[in-house]
């Protein structure tokens, strides 16, 4: 059975920083963790916004898809990060589908709770304010990108962004990286290679390791 979350676990999450613990105790009796299987949905776009969730292993793809079956990958999250905080303020319907991406657990945070503790603590409000403006922040620069860099700089920039901290190694498939760009996995194969020719990254089986993340970056900044 998956722990069950602690005042401790709560208080280090960015929404709760500076919250008494006191006023986290009821948000941690009223929280649950839950384990999804690769492939498994968390939610889908439209249905009710009952629950924050927070990411404890994992990973988590947040996507939109149209009737036909097109696909559009807005975000994928890792341990640590938070899902459907935008609910959790305006209360409305889920706005995309979130799906986990390898064997995933989460801590469910049941919304009601989370208002309360925004309601007597300004500076919780204030993180999830940040929090949304980081979103933000984020969805305008890939929409920039997206019109104004070529895909092998749009990988290049993927790439270096989602490099683990201390580490040349990419946490994410070939598949994800394909998803979150937008584009078929032949294209990216076909971008993916150009950067190995000039010996910035390299591909061993699933594994995506950067080799020269200083020329990695002068080639997106080009």
Same mark, same amino acid.
């Given at each position: ?77 890792? *341990?640590?990060?938070?899902?459907? !905080? =935008?609910? $959790?303020?305006? /209360?409305?319907? +889920?706005?995309?589908?979130?799906? #986990? @991406? ?67 190694? *990419?946490?994410?498939?070939?598949? !994800? =990286?394909? $998803?979150?760009? /937008?584009?078929? +996995?032949?294209?990216?194969?076909? #971008? @993916? ?30």
């Amino acid at each position: 059975m998956p722990a069950p979350a602690s005042v401790r676990e709560l208080a280090t999450l960015k929404i709760f920083a500076g919250v008494d613990e006191g006023v986290l105790e009821p948000v941690a009796s009223a929280t649950f963790a839950k384990r999804l299987a690769r492939g498994q949905l968390l939610f889908t776009a439209g249905e009710p916004s009952e629950h924050l969730f927070v990411i404890r292993t994992g990973a988590i793809k947040v996507f939109l898809d149209s009737d036909r079956g097109d696909e559009l990958v807005l975000t994928i999250l890792e *341990v640590g990060d938070l899902l459907g !905080e =935008l609910s $959790a303020i305006d /209360g409305l319907p +889920r706005s995309a589908t979130a799906q #986990a @991406l390898r064997p995933t657990e989460v801590l469910a945070i049941p919304v009601a709770r989370v208002r309360e503790v925004l309601s007597a603590s300004p500076a919780a409000l204030f993180a999830v304010a940040v929090e949304l403006a980081e979103n933000l922040r984020r969805l305008s620069g890939s929409t920039a990108d997206l019109v104004f860099l070529d895909l092998p700089r749009r990988l290049a920039k993927l790439i270096l962004s989602r490099g683990n901290a201390g580490r040349d190694d *990419v946490a994410l498939t070939q598949s !994800e =990286l394909a $998803a979150m760009l /937008g584009v078929t +996995r032949p294209s990216l194969n076909r #971008a @993916l290679s150009g950067l190995q020719r000039r010996g910035w990254v390299t591909v061993r089986g699933a594994e995506l390791h950067i080799q020269d993340p200083i020329a990695l970056q002068h080639f997106t900044d080009s």
